[in-house]
């Protein structure tokens, strides 16, 4: 099989860069390891800044996050008992962000992504890079007990923390930085009204906590915990009174709680490895950075990289300028 460009890992960042070159008659295959299914059962990420926002436009893929997303033009910060608005809007010079499950609009890309009949390989095992530093690199994965052999101009690792491309790359060649928070967050998503139309961030001497959201419905809610804990140490009613017990009165009072249908502790990170190319391999989004979730800037970092990506490689195919693939890890 032979690809302009093949795209390794079928998150968000994996499928908006193929969305968007195949809308320009750039050639792609995506290869995610895991079914659709899964991808689309992992709990992530929920807001939107207006780059991502635009980018899903671009992309066409926008029409169900305009309607049915939720324009945010602040949130609140508690501390010692009381709540303070910030007012994005009027501070960042008329931005706002869009609250938006990574969920749904995964499921919107890989719609879009069928409606062009873009290739998205599921399942493909053993993915395996070879000759990056070469102007004829090809991927390897193992489908249904066959290995299959993609020709391709440009990798693009798309694959997340744990994919396969970076580490693909010489350790010589990869300056790697990372600090890991001494304590984890622990995420319950119930299905019930938030407690406030917009994110509350909590300072209190039990702890951070995070009152964040999904939609008017779907509520996701964070406290900090130590990183020994594990969620079957938690009930849902200990998690409630916990999370009451750092909210301001007025918040915690009219906090509604329900049965948790999603559980777990996320361990605090950041991490950042360079370059983000070598040869013929692109990094993108979590594959190259991860940061804790504290300022929901790794969906929106992973949309940047996505943007220079997207117009290095168009530059490159439409008018032979290589200049934005030499800039690009620089920028991203
Ligand atoms: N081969 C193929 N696919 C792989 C491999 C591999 N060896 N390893 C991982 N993958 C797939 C994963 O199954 C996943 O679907 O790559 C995809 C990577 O997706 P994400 O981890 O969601 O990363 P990304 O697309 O960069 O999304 C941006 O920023 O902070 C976060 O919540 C945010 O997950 C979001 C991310």
């Known amino acids: 099989m032979k690809v302009q460009v093949c795209i390794i890992g079928g998150g968000p960042s994996g499928l908006l860069v193929a969305q968007l070159l195949h809308l320009r ?16 059962a992992r709990v992530r990420a929920g807001v ?61 890309l890989y719609e879009a992504r069928d409606a062009l009949k873009g290739a998205v390989i599921h399942d493909a095992e053993d993915v395996a890079l070879f000759d990056l530093a070469s102007d004829a ?6 489908h249904g007990g066959k290995t299959v052999r993609v020709d391709c101009e440009y990798v693009i690792g798309a694959d997340g923390f744990h994919g396969v491309s970076r580490k693909s790359i010489p350790s010589d060649k990869l300056r790697e930085y990372e600090k890991i928070f001494p304590f984890g967050w622990l995420g319950v998503l119930s299905r019930t009204k938030p407690v406030s139309p917009e994110l509350i961030y909590v300072k209190h001497r039990r702890g951070f906590a995070l009152c964040s959201m999904r939609s008017q419905v779907l509520s996701r809610y964070y406290i900090q ?43 605090l ?9 070598y040869g013929r391999l692109f990094l993108a989004g979590d594959a190259a950075h991860i940061v804790p979730p504290t300022g929901a800037k790794g969906l929106n970092t992973a949309a940047s990289d996505v943007y220079y990506l997207y117009h290095a490689l168009l530059s490159h195919y439409k008018k032979r300028d ?3 693939l030499d800039g690009y890890s620089e920028k991203a």
């Open 25 to 40: 008659g750039i050639d792609t295959i995506v290869l995610e390891k895991h079914s659709r299914e899964y991808v689309l």
């Open 137 to 142: 690199p090809y991927v390897t994965y193992r």
């Open 322 to 324: 290589d200049s934005g």
């Open 48 to 108: 939107l800044e207006r780059g991502f926002a635009q980018l899903m436009r671009e992309a066409q893929c926008g029409q169900r996050m305009d309607r049915e997303g939720e324009i945010h033009d602040g949130f609140e910060i508690a501390h010692d008992g009381v709540l303070e608005r910030v007012d994005l809007h009027k501070y960042s010079g008329g931005n706002s962000v869009i609250v938006y499950g990574q969920t749904e609009l995964t499921r919107d």
């Open 269 to 277: 990170r950041s991490f950042v490895a360079e370059p983000m190319r």
């Open 225 to 267: 915990v130590p990183l020994t804990d594990t969620p079957d140490r938690w009930s849902d009613d200990a998690f409630w009174a916990e999370l009451k017990s750092r909210l301001p009165d007025e918040a915690a009072n009219r906090l509604i709680t329900g049965p948790s249908i999603e559980k777990s502790v996320a361990p």
